[in-house]
């Protein structure tokens, strides 16, 4: 079985990414913009919220005794869903559930379907897929649809076109959509969106959502969203086909009270999204007629067998650890080399994948514990990087300068006379690189260090050193 | 070969160590410690839903019982327009004389092109601004609310809730039946973070608020 998040087992490291892109300082400037925006307007209806700690914590339980009882949970939803006229299928993968979903596409003969917002279809390719069936995938999200026309990857979980200022969007719109004319007013932007979907909303036969929340007491399914995208795919079609990872079930219906307080301000600083839509199964003369739920694995059982990491799976998506990131606001999502970006991306790609791929994205972060605070649902990422990085140094894929240095460091601190011994030849071997008590640069193999940051050079006496000399002399 | 579902089955059952006991009682101890039941007057609840719905720019009138048909011509002269599409079963006595209504059954295209909505609601919460459409005959099924570019909606003060968990415990007893929360007229924040008032759904949101 293979398991792929996007194109990430074929994206450069981190740090490779990351120097190009901090480099762009257009991409730069609108990232820092947009996050800047975002943290601002979150501060603000967080700040406005008595119980919010409260909400937090038991977000957190809940998803927590999802996952511990996640097979039972999975089944109720099934048999809920199924009752009120849905079919369930199930997916151990990328590429079986986008054979289950172009197999349905196919079965109603359509060329094409529209799409609302679903970062759980980018990670399995979905599009690619549907292209390759012959079927034309529209993305229905102003923001899916500046990165589908601009033949662009996403770079932020919620806003995925963040990257991208007006004049860009205009140019991409301008170029697709067989526009005479065009400003690059933000409102006119968007109507242009209007005009150029209306007309498929109203026509396509068939549309493709993911899931805010699967709920497994009634099997009802939520699709939170702003644009109203989201409520013509899953009311007007003749068959909506919902694409959802297994950690998106919530016990109960009342359980929303908790999630639609914490997903709006924390996605987009909002008391509230403009428009939720909560539908179950098939309702006679009202939307579908069709319904289908395709449950994703896709690597999460795993996530789900290590005990230290599994909180991962709590995530509600809501992109609050990315804006709230100082790596995510130097580089923007492109450097994460996946659909996830950001803190839980580098927590979530990586064990989605069992590790081959994205060694280096525990390492995209500086442990500020940022992401940490904001998390609606309290996961705590900066100890699952840890966690993470250890398992990369476990499968023996750390750099050689990394265990050397740590091999030595576990001698020089065996013992006092190891210790002594080491400060002594360190002084002595960081003559030639040492001026003014600063060491600006290390020869290769460390210059990684030093090549943005001074390390200060070790004293002529230490601590220790200082102490016996002083009992000596003072004769204790 | 197992089929897809018995292997996600399993392979949960196996990361977990086998099927966990003590779920009911597990559930009922997740702690809820926030805020449930709201507190304020009826007063201050209405002023604060009024605020909410002005802060996301949809337009609130004030109307008394048995007024609601005049205040429906006010808006309608105010939004130069003279007909709107209506749900089944809404009141005969909410339409004014001079205007046309048309009662739900159109294709997709002619609801495209009519002039605006009006409907009812279900519940409305006043800390988020939401209001709660019940998509069964009295508030229409889900096309006729959206495909409009003019959603007039009216809210009585009687179905407005502080809370959101006090909204949740109403929606819950309907959870069957399609419903959508709206807050506000349809609105992206895709561009700049700036935010446009009107993308697919209705661009323009008047809420007839009725004591």
Same mark, same amino acid.
């Given at each position: 079985?293979? &398991?792929? =998040? ?28 947009? &996050? ?26 809940? #998803? ?17 869903? &199924? ?34 917002? &679903? ?45 991208? /200022? ?11 959509? /067989? ?37 497994? !007491? ?10 109203? /995208?989201? $409520? ?18 919530? +016990? ?28 179950? *199964? ?19 059982? #795993?996530?789900?067998?290590? $005990? ?14 990315? !804006? ?7 580089? *923007? ?57 250890? $398992? =990369? ?38 003559? +030639?690189?040492?001026?003014? *008590? ?36 003072? *004769?204790? | ?19 966990? +006991? ?27 839903? =009024? ?23 006010? @808006?309608?002269?105010?939004?130069? #327009? ?39 609601? @279900? ?75 009107? =993308? ?12």
């Amino acid at each position: 079985m293979s &398991t792929y =998040v996007g194109e990430a087992a074929d994206a450069p490291k981190f740090q490779t990414a990351a120097k190009s892109l901090v480099a762009d300082t257009q991409v730069r400037h609108n990232v820092r913009h947009a &996050t800047e925006v975002i943290r601002a307007k979150r501060a603000k209806v967080v700040g406005e919220m008595a119980d919010w700690q409260e909400l937090r914590e038991s977000g957190h339980e809940i #998803k927590e005794h999802v996952l511990r009882h996640l097979d039972f949970y999975l089944e109720q939803f099934e048999t809920a869903c &199924t009752a009120a006229g849905g079919t369930v299928h199930w997916a151990r993968d990328a590429d079986e559930a986008n054979s289950i979903i172009v197999g349905l596409v196919k079965a109603q003969q359509a060329k094409e379907v529209i799409k609302v917002k &679903t970062m759980t279809s980018d990670e399995i390719r979905l599009n690619v897929a549907l292209e390759a069936a012959g079927i034309t995938p529209y993305e229905t999200d102003l923001a899916d649809l500046i990165v589908q026309l601009g033949e662009d990857k996403p770079s932020h979980i919620v806003v995925p076109a963040l990257h991208r /200022n007006r004049a860009e969007i205009r140019q991409i719109f301008l170029d697709k959509m /067989n526009l005479g004319e065009l400003s690059d007013r933000p409102e006119d932007l968007a109507a242009a969106a209007r005009v150029y979907l209306r007309e498929k909303f109203l026509r396509v036969p068939v549309a493709i959502s993911g899931a805010n929340f699967a709920i497994a !007491n009634t099997g009802s399914v939520c699709v939170v969203e702003s644009e109203g /995208n989201g $409520r013509m795919c899953v009311s007007l079609p003749k068959v909506l086909i919902s694409l959802i990872g297994i950690e998106k079930i919530i +016990p109960t219906f009342q359980d929303l009270e908790v999630f639609l307080q914490t997903l709006p301000r924390s996605a987009t600083g909002e008391r509230m999204n403009p428009y939720n839509s909560i539908w179950t *199964g098939v309702t006679p003369e009202d939307g579908p007629q069709e319904f289908h739920v395709v449950l994703l694995d896709n690597g999460r059982t #795993k996530v789900l067998a290590d $005990r230290e990491a599994r909180e991962t799976l709590d995530c509600i998506r809501c992109g609050a650890c990315l !804006n709230a990131c100082p790596v995510y606001r130097q580089t *923007g999502g492109h450097a994460y080399g996946s659909v996830y970006a950001g803190p839980i991306g580098a927590i979530l790609t990586p064990q989605l994948q069992s590790m081959e791929h994205s060694q280096t994205l525990p390492y995209a972060s500086s442990l500020c514990g940022a992401c940490y605070e904001v998390c609606p649902v309290k996961i705590n990422i900066p100890e699952i990087l840890i966690h993470l990085r250890h $398992r =990369v140094v476990e499968d023996g894929d750390a750099p050689w300068i990394e265990k050397m240095a740590m091999k030595a460091a576990s001698y020089v601190l065996e013992s006092p006379e190891h210790l002594d011994r080491a400060r002594k030849l360190g002084r002595i071997a960081q003559r +030639p690189f040492a001026t003014n *008590g600063v060491i600006s640069h290390l020869p290769f193999g460390l210059d990684a260090w030093t090549g943005v940051r001074d390390l200060p050079a070790m004293p002529d006496e230490s601590f220790r050193e200082w102490w016996v000399k002083r009992e000596r002399e003072t *004769g204790r | 070969m197992s089929s897809a579902r018995d292997e996600i089955l399993e392979r949960v059952r196996d990361a977990m160590g086998g099927s966990t +006991p003590g779920r009911e009682a597990e559930y009922a101890a997740i702690p809820r410690n926030y805020i449930r039941m709201g507190s304020l007057s009826p007063a201050e609840k209405r002023d604060l839903f =009024v605020d909410r719905l002005h802060d996301y720019g949809a337009t609130v009138f004030y109307s008394r019982e048995g007024e609601v048909a005049a205040w429906v011509a006010d @808006a309608l002269k105010i939004r130069q #327009k003279n007909s709107l599409l209506i749900p089944r079963d809404l009141p005969r006595a909410w339409l004014p004389e001079g205007f046309s209504f048309f009662r739900e059954g159109a294709s997709y295209e002619e609801v495209d092109r009519s002039e605006g909505v009006l409907t009812d609601c @279900a519940l409305a919460i006043a800390m988020t601004g939401s209001i709660v459409l019940r998509h069964s005959a009295g508030e229409a099924r889900r096309a006729l609310s959206l495909i409009p570019d003019y959603h007039l909606c009216v809210v009585f003060g009687s179905q407005v809730v502080e809370t959101v968990p006090e909204g949740i415990e109403q929606m819950k007893a309907f959870a069957e039946i399609p419903m959508t929360t709206i807050a506000g007229p349809s609105a992206t924040a895709d561009i700049e973070m700036i935010r446009v008032k009107g =993308v697919h759904g209705p661009r323009t949101l008047d809420v007839i608020l009725v004591s």
